[in-house]
């Protein structure tokens, strides 16, 4: 602190964390919470332009230094001593008695909206509206609230304004941000004016303003600045509380990304060097294996933002981007998804930290990545719809998420209705809060694209160089009669096996893959190694299988050994595996093209085969929808299938987004559009148009929860493994025992008895076997309490 306040060393603001720390005064929280917001203030200086109010940093300059003023009440500081249980009472509800100190100078909505960023930096509004209610004088709580702060008290606070401001706000840098001192009332008055009268005429014109709301939706500015006020409050409190001191300044370079990956300009393809030098939107279009990441990171330090987001759709690809990211921006990346924790604390056992060290140092990656700190992110685009279901503290991640830059990989990935959400999403972004957005993905239908361009508006198209693409020929496709699980087809996938190379078979649900390997397991050579990879393993044994296989058949492989790897979708996009040859179920093209792209990867051999199968059993209809998706692309392949003789399709990389488009006419189309429209326009209504500053919408809360569309439970068998790690120095890793389901799934096995709730803090007990090597099996009949006895 350049000045530290006389008369106020005995009021705390947060208790000791450790009986060897201090207690922390509330001039020393304070003083954290303001360097936190300038830090936040001089990353965004341009900020008020974009919300409209010239004054937004003063404005939160005074919400931040008297969000805490309440708890100079001598019952909360009893209560941080230890001295009560309780305080019955919000001490930020009290900081409102200040307000009127500081805002001789600003017009009524501005002290409004300073005045509800205070009274709502831990609580929603709805939370503290009890306050509003009129009482007795000799019952009023905010009369029993003011009497806990004593004359000298009051007026220590007082000269803590009139003799440190002006030192605090230079020291921070912030007057040329426009954060000025205010005229003071006289001392009498402003100490008579801490009155019940003044804190309910705050609260009241918030409710003013709340009502109105409901009937009409706040203007974009009112939005925005109830939006940076609440969020950047929130974010400079919680990043204070969390005592990491200084925010990471962000060193988002093209040169430390070139010099990292060992590239140099002159060494980039054409639509690298063109993705480096585009401002704004844009949607980027090439195959697996040319360099996509790289062209997104150039796009991202181009927009010249201070915060990065990398969107994934899945655990495995977020993580293996957070170690790719890592290495190019040391420091500065954060890791967030509904298991990160469980990944860092892997990832640091693995550098031979111990249990207890890795743990508490997993929690502390993970909070550091939920909150404002690192400048670069990677997470999933359910992180980015929380803020759009209006969960508590959604302001503070609006906030995050403003002039921020967005990399969406493999958005295809998603079904019409979620990825209405998501485009919707970013369209509120991008008007409300700055954010900009690249797309990128090696197949694109015509009809997302489309949705891209209404929603962001104007959207710069990057493609791949025709060059490039005519280059780029690496298989040969071939279109075969029959199902995938008849034996002579798998017959035919052994004996490419057999005669060295790898082969990978993709079904497109896991049972079907459970059969294959099943065969497979009777019939392949015990010199072979084989491997299967689904969804319904826990992730313990699926991060130690996809471990394995990318060691076995990752990009750059020891050797060429032969294998076979058995898989559903979940191969499509996560991870980097390099195969020979590919067998698998008909799909959507956009699908199909990912599988293929996991053969032949670089190009380094000789066309490779891809055989996919015409047979498409009934259960398909259930796992695509509409599943014309599926039949249009038989008759697409089908179409260039036959113009070859029978000697295979050369895949043309120029062709493929022609053959797509192609696909998405008439049922396909229509049916996409038709959900898409539906979802976009129902989240518009419910969603984004109900969205406001300064409360929460718990009744949205249970369908975010549903969104993920998967629950997770506990294997039966491995119930005593759980309760061991549970209560060891490894508890982090108990929840790697767990199998993710659909809710359907779950729901169907509640109704088989297949199901055991958990008890409090405990998840559902399947009663179906599991294996390692195959899997939750829940074709088998569940375990009945007798046998379980047995």
Avoid at 449 to 465: F, K, W
Wanted: with cysteine; net charge negative; proline share 6%.
């Amino acid at each position: 602190m350049p000045r530290v306040p006389e008369g106020l060393a005995h009021l705390w603001a947060k208790s000791p964390v450790a009986a060897h720390r201090k207690a922390q005064t509330l001039a020393e929280h304070t003083w954290e919470a303001l360097m936190r917001l300038s830090e936040l203030a001089h990353q965004r200086p341009d900020l008020p332009a974009l919300s409209g109010q010239p004054r937004l940093w003063h404005l939160l300059f005074w919400t931040v230094f008297l969000h805490d003023w309440g708890k100079a009440a001598q019952g909360f500081q009893r209560l941080l001593r230890g001295k009560e249980r309780r305080w019955p009472f919000r001490h930020e509800v009290l900081s409102l008695a200040f307000v009127d100190w500081v805002t001789a100078d600003l017009s009524r909505e501005e002290s409004t909206f300073l005045a509800a960023a205070i009274a709502t930096h831990h609580k929603d509004f709805d939370d503290i509206e009890d306050y509003l209610d009129e009482h007795d004088p000799d019952l009023d709580p905010l009369t029993f609230m003011l009497k806990e702060i004593t004359r000298e008290d009051a007026t220590a606070l007082y000269r803590w304004i009139a003799t440190c401001a002006e030192h605090w706000v230079d020291a921070l840098e912030m007057r040329p941000l426009g954060v000025t001192c205010p005229v003071l009332p006289p001392l009498e008055q402003a100490l008579n004016g801490l009155t019940p009268q003044a804190i309910r005429r705050h609260l009241h014109r918030m409710e003013r303003y709340l009502r109105e709301w409901e009937e009409t939706p706040p203007s974009a500015e009112n939005l925005r600045l109830g939006i940076f006020l609440r969020g950047l409050v929130l974010q400079s409190d919680h990043l204070a509380s969390a005592g990491w001191g200084a925010l990471p300044d962000p060193r988002l370079e093209a040169n430390a990304i070139l010099q990292t990956l060992g590239l140099s300009r002159r060494r980039l393809y054409a639509h690298q060097r063109t993705a480096a030098s585009v401002g704004g939107h844009a949607m980027l279009l090439a195959p697996t294996g040319t360099g996509k990441t790289e062209a997104a990171l150039l796009w991202a330090v181009n927009q010249r933002l201070p915060r990065l987001f990398y969107t994934l759709p899945y655990q495995a690809s977020m993580n293996a981007m957070y170690d790719r990211l890592t290495r190019i921006f040391p420091e500065q990346v954060g890791l967030l998804h509904g298991r990160s924790t469980m990944a860092q604390f892997q990832r640091l056992m693995e550098q031979s930290y111990a249990p207890e060290e890795a743990a508490k140092l997993a929690q502390l990656l993970h909070n550091r990545s939920g909150l404002a700190y690192y400048p670069v992110r990677v997470f999933s685009p359910y992180q980015l719809l929380k803020a759009a279901f209006q969960l508590k503290g959604h302001e503070a991640l609006l906030s995050d998420f403003t002039e921020a830059a967005f990399v969406f990989d493999e958005i295809h990935a998603y079904e019409p209705d979620r990825l209405a959400m998501i485009v919707s999403t970013m369209g509120f972004l991008a008007r409300t809060c700055g954010a900009r957005f690249l797309v990128m993905s090696a197949t694109l239908p015509a009809p997302l694209r489309a949705a891209l361009e209404d929603t962001l508006g104007q959207v710069t198209s990057i493609h791949a160089s025709r060059r490039l693409l005519a280059g780029l020929r690496r298989h040969r496709l071939f279109l075969a009669d029959g199902d995938l699980l008849d034996e002579k087809n798998l017959n035919q996938a052994l004996e490419e096996a057999r005669q060295g190379r790898r082969v990978l078979v993709v079904c497109n649900t896991v049972r079907r893959a459970q059969q294959v390997w099943l065969w497979m397991r009777d019939h392949l050579p015990p010199e072979i190694p084989f491997f299967l990879l689904h969804g319904r393993f826990t992730g313990h044994d699926r991060a130690r299988k996809e471990r394995e296989m990318l060691q076995a058949a990752g990009l750059n492989p020891t050797d060429h050994r032969p294998l076979v790897l058995v898989a559903t979708q979940v191969v499509e996009v996560s991870l980097n595996l390099d195969l020979d040859v590919l067998f698998s179920d008909p799909a959507p093209l956009e699908a199909l093209l990912q599988r293929i792209g996991r053969i032949n990867r670089l190009g380094r051999r000789e066309l490779a085969p891809v055989y996919v199968f015409r047979g498409a059993d009934e259960v398909f209809r259930r796992v695509y929808r509409p599943i014309e998706q599926v039949t249009h692309t038989l008759e697409v392949l089908e179409e260039h299938f036959a113009a070859s003789h029978g000697k295979g399709v050369v895949l043309d990389e120029r062709s493929l987004p022609r053959w797509l488009d192609a696909i998405y006419t008439g049922a396909v189309l229509d049916a996409w559009q038709k959900e898409y429209r539906r979802a976009a326009q129902e989240f518009q209504r419910i969603f984004l148009d109900s969205l406001q500053p300064f409360r929460s919408n718990q009744t949205l809360a249970a369908q975010f929860d549903r969104l993920f569309d998967s629950t997770e439970v506990l294997p039966e068998s491995l119930y005593d493994d759980y309760l061991t790690l549970r209560d060891s120095d490894r508890a982090l890793e108990a929840d790697s025992l767990l199998v993710p389901l659909s809710w359907g799934l779950y729901a169907m096995l509640v109704q088989r008895h297949a199901l055991v709730e958990g008890e409090r803090g405990f998840p559902p007990v399947v009663r179906l076997p599991y294996r390692e090597d195959l899997g939750l099996d829940l074709e088998a009949n569940p375990a009945m309490e007798d046998d379980q006895e047995e």
